[in-house]
């Protein structure tokens, strides 16, 4: 895959220096087309933004180097070769995240604040709500990978920071939740000039990006249980009425043979990811009905998996639920609403609620990944399931299956402590990773603010 060369500085002082370029051509000595790029417009349309933004969170943010290594540390995923099988083994450096960051900042967080600022200058308030919910996705998205991260003063326009500060986790946290607040504002507006247009999340109802965002504050709110206790639970259970209500609802990044999966697109180019042994001996337990849509055929034509760094290239590779050309990418699902509801009920008291939501979670994500229902199997594994036996770790372990692909799991195996994982083989760590490391490129161009972490395996503000 082509990888972008990226540091924020550099971008903010291209920038400066388009401006300069820009004084020089208004002189009348020099042609006024002479610094006119015809294939880089100095000003794109919302409707154009859109859409760009939304492949890029898909694609760059979820779909390609911010997932694949958690999914590996997960043991969902095992990497087999070359930088896979290094990721496998626990190292992740400061210049294997450097085109990650860029696309964070560049693809994501920049092109949205710029999308919110013409979104304002045209009083199109249901593009500006819109543009705040990939603003709060991705931000939840770096802040729970990296930890503290520029935000503040990262993205102020022209006055952008050259060597911005980072903010605290707790603080970008509270920018998250202030945000999505904002945005259902936004999107609840009757008034609508514009229109959304571009938009292939959602086709432009604002109404579904108002469930998004109380399913995206849901989530962030039940990722702050380690610091705020109870009041993440309750907080969760209030939000849960307004969130997805079904897997129609489910936000969604698609992707068609002419623009395939980003996994797709991994796997024909490198090919050094399979599905981990572990994640198997975990389905199987059970003789789970998602096994033949999450893992490929192996070398044989049947079923395996790699154990952790084990480098077995023979084993299955991802199934086409995860990695066909047209499988879009989750952001977040009605089946994940339905586990946060579990969880924060059971740890509320309500044993009885939290029952029927992880029952409600486990038939959203069956139909999700098979399209159908196995009422066998659900009747003997989970619809057994009662207020006197659900546990938390049941409940994890199921989402975690619903998840498999996505970066959530890796928050969840962090909040709570499930599954119990061995290291893998070789691990060049005495833990496994709970957290990334800082892009090299700001270590390099911004280190008088870059936070001394000291190592991968340090936990972030709120894995307490």
């Known amino acids: 895959m082509k990888k972008k060369d990226f540091k924020i500085h550099r971008i903010l002082k291209v920038g400066l220096m388009i401006t300069l370029v820009a004084f020089i051509a208004s002189c009348e000595w020099i042609d006024p087309e002479l610094n006119v790029d015809p294939d880089a417009p100095a000003d794109v349309p919302m409707s154009l933004l859109v859409p760009a933004i939304q492949q890029s969170i898909g694609f760059s943010i979820l779909g390609n180097d911010g997932a694949r290594p958690v999914n590996i540390w997960m043991q969902l995923y ?41 979104a304002v200058a045209e009083g199109s308030p249901h593009n500006a709500g819109m543009a705040k919910v990939m603003l709060a996705y991705t931000l939840g998205i770096a802040t729970d990978l990296f930890g503290d991260v520029p935000y503040l003063e990262a993205l102020r326009g022209t006055d952008n920071v050259l060597e911005p500060v980072y903010d605290s986790q707790e603080v970008v946290y509270g920018s998250i939740f202030t945000l999505l607040d904002e945005a259902m504002m936004d999107l609840a507006s009757s008034e609508e000039p514009v229109g959304i247009d571009g938009d292939v999340v959602y086709g432009g109802d604002a109404d579904a990006w108002i469930m998004a965002a109380y399913a995206i504050k849901a989530r962030a709110t039940l990722q702050l249980s380690n610091v705020n206790g109870a009041t993440s639970y309750t907080g969760a259970l209030a939000l849960i009425g307004d969130a997805l209500a079904s897997n129609a609802d489910n936000m969604l990044v698609p992707f068609e043979s002419a623009n395939p999966n980003p996994l797709n697109q991994f796997m024909v180019e490198r090919g050094d990811v399979r599905m981990c042994q572990t994640f198997l ?22 079923i395996s998996g790699s154990p952790p760094a084990g480098e077995i290239e023979a084993a299955s590779p991802p199934g086409a639920y995860l990695a066909s050309q047209t499988s879009p990418i989750v952001l977040i699902s009605y089946a994940e609403v339905k586990f946060i509801e579990a969880e924060a009920a059971l740890m509320s008291g309500d044993a009885d609620r939290a029952v029927e939501a992880y029952k409600a979670a486990v038939r959203a994500s069956l139909i999700q990944i098979t399209g159908d229902i196995d009422d066998d199997w659900f009747s003997t594994n989970i619809d057994s399931e009662s207020a006197g036996t659900i546990t938390l770790e049941k409940i994890i372990m199921q989402k975690r299956i619903a998840l498999v692909g996505q970066i959530q799991p890796f928050s969840d195996w962090r909040r709570t402590g499930f599954p119990s994982l061995s290291l893998a083989t070789g691990a060049t760590k005495t833990e496994i990773p709970r957290r990334f490391p800082y892009a090299q490129g700001e ?22």
């Open 78 to 118: 095992d990497g087999v070769a070359r930088q896979s099988h290094t990721q496998a083994r626990y190292q992740l450096t400061a210049a294997d995240v450097d085109n990650y960051w860029g696309s964070v900042y560049t693809d994501a967080l920049i092109n949205a604040k710029i999308l919110l600022d013409k």
């Open 281 to 302: 001996d975990e389905l199987e337990a059970t003789s789970d009905p998602r096994i033949s849509a999450l893992y490929g055929d192996d070398d044989e034509g049947g």
């Open 443 to 464: 270590i390099i161009y911004n280190a008088d603010n870059v936070p001394s972490i000291g190592s991968i395996i340090v936990p972030v503000w709120w894995d307490k």
